[in-house]
C-alpha cells in the first residue's frame, strides 16, 4: 500500500465532497449535507479561508481525510476543531486513521492551541473505540443546537 498524507489543495475538494457524502450515509444523514462544491472550495482556499485538511492517498486516491479550523472557548481559549474525520470504508483497520488524527494532533501541538475538540456520536462504537486508546475525554450531558439557513433568514 503507497500511503501519502499531506496537506489538501482545492483540486482534493471534489473527492473530500464524496467522502462526506460517504459519511453522511454512515452517520444516517444524508439529506444534511446541503454544502455544495463552489462553496466548500471556497471556504477552505479562498479569500476567507476557515478550515485546513489532511488528506489521505493510496496509490493517488483520496481514502481519508481530516478537516480542522480554530473555535473559541471562552473557558479555554483557542482549541481546535475537528470537523470531520473519516477513512473510506474499505480501507478502514489499515492504521491510516491513526496516522490522520495524529497529524491533527501534531497540528493542535505545534501551534500551541489550548486543546483539541471534536464529536462523535453516542451509537458509534468504532469511533469511541478508537478514541478511548487515546484516552480522550469523552463527555455527556451537553446537546447540539442549531439553526438552519433558513431559520436565521426567517429571523
Known amino acids: ?90 480501507y478502514r483497520g489499515k492504521g491510516i486513521g491513526k496516522l490522520l488524527f495524529e497529524k491533527v494532533i501534531d497540528v493542535a501541538k505545534g501551534e500551541n492551541y489550548n486543546g483539541m475538540v471534536w464529536q462523535v456520536l453516542d451509537w458509534n462504537e468504532p469511533a469511541l473505540n478508537f478514541y478511548r486508546k487515546y484516552n480522550a475525554d469523552i463527555e455527556t450531558g451537553w446537546l447540539n443546537a442549531s439553526f438552519s439557513t433558513e431559520q436565521v433568514k426567517e429571523f
Open 1 to 90: 500500500m503507497n500511503l501519502n498524507i499531506r496537506k489538501a489543495t482545492a483540486e482534493d475538494c471534489e473527492a473530500m465532497l464524496t467522502l462526506i457524502h460517504e459519511l453522511a450515509l454512515y452517520e444516517r444523514a444524508p439529506e444534511e449535507v446541503t454544502v455544495n462544491l463552489a462553496h466548500f472550495r471556497d471556504a477552505g482556499f479562498g479569500k476567507h479561508k476557515t478550515w485546513d485538511a489532511f488528506i489521505a492517498e493510496v496509490d493517488g486516491k483520496a481514502v481519508g481525510f481530516a478537516l480542522y479550523y480554530t473555535r473559541y472557548s471562552t473557558w479555554k481559549g483557542c482549541r481546535l476543531y475537528l470537523e470531520d474525520f473519516i477513512v473510506t470504508e474499505d
